[in-house]
């Protein structure tokens, strides 16, 4: 399935879950926030939330600077 991620065109498994996408494209962080379709999707439902074809996802990862 067809999903955007980080206003990126993603291709997925039909099952893909929020965690499966963040364990894709976290590069190791484990600090992220998730949002699907604008809405934030809490860390406790990750494995439980099935994306859909369509879903506009964004994962953002916490950086330092000044």
Avoid: F, I, K, Y
Wanted: proline share 6%.
């Amino acid at each position: 399935m067809n999903v955007t991620v980080n206003g990126s065109p993603v291709d997925l498994a039909e099952d893909a879950t929020v965690a499966d996408l963040v364990a894709q494209r976290s590069s190791g962080h484990d600090r992220v926030a998730v949002a699907c379709n604008g809405d934030v999707v809490p860390r406790s439902t990750w494995a439980a939330t099935r994306l859909s074809p369509g879903d506009a996802v964004e994962v953002l990862a916490p950086t330092a600077g000044g």
